[in-house]
């Protein structure tokens, strides 16, 4: 049987990515397109329990390479759990976040620099990368604002500086270079139904190919 496709969404805190990545997978569904969102970090019962540990607000002495420690053990367990298995059986996998948000959040953010964080990750994941990225890009000051009109519980990394969420910018533009034959760029800072309409049309266009 044909292996599913491995995708993924990234983008900073703001960029719209939830929303557009489970309605982009809701459309495809609805066509009949064998697909499955889930979401990083988390997706399977053992990685939340470690996204609740990650982003709890009280855990204010968490160490940077802790931090980026659980991120990889959560990943692990969601590919192994859930994206491996469905890949498997032919269904294409959208995960919102993957190995990209380690690099740029923890790599660059924390600044424990993005190559230790992607060597942790290849132990994690064992060379199983997506085969293409849709990449949200927004703005700082338009993703913060975002976050602030929308939520009200802030989590442990939404409640960073804006000068951490500018090194997270600065991290995925590194990243965006480094990998820029997997990465398809979709600018965010237009309304939702624009960027859920040019995701939704490049997803699909990979499925058709
Ligand atoms: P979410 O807002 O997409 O649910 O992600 C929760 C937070 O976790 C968000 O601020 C980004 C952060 N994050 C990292 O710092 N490193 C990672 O590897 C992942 C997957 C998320």
Known sequence: ?????????????????????????RRLEAEGYPVRYTREPG???IAEQIRKVILDPENTAMDARTEALLYAASRRQHLVE?????????????????????????????????????????????????????????DPEIGLERIHRNRTFLDRLDQES???????????QEVIERYADRMIIIDANREVEEVIQDAYLAVKGLLDA
């Not at 804006?162 to 995925?172: A, K, N, S, T």
């Open 82 to 138: 859930k994206v491996l298995p469905a890949l498997n059986e032919g269904i294409t996998v959208i995960s919102d976040r993957f190995v990209d948000s380690s690099l740029a959040y923890q790599g660059k953010g924390r600044g424990i620099g993005i190559d230790e964080v992607y060597a942790i990750n290849q132990f994690a994941i064992e060379g199983h990368m997506p085969e293409k990225t849709i990449f949200l890009q927004v």
């Open 43 to 45: 997706g399977s019962e």
């Open 1 to 25: 049987m044909k292996k599913g496709l491995f995708i993924t969404f990234e983008g900073p805190d703001g960029s719209g990515k939830t929303t557009v990545s489970t309605e982009v997978c």
């Open 162 to 172: 804006i000068d951490f969420h500018e090194r997270v910018l600065q991290g995925y």
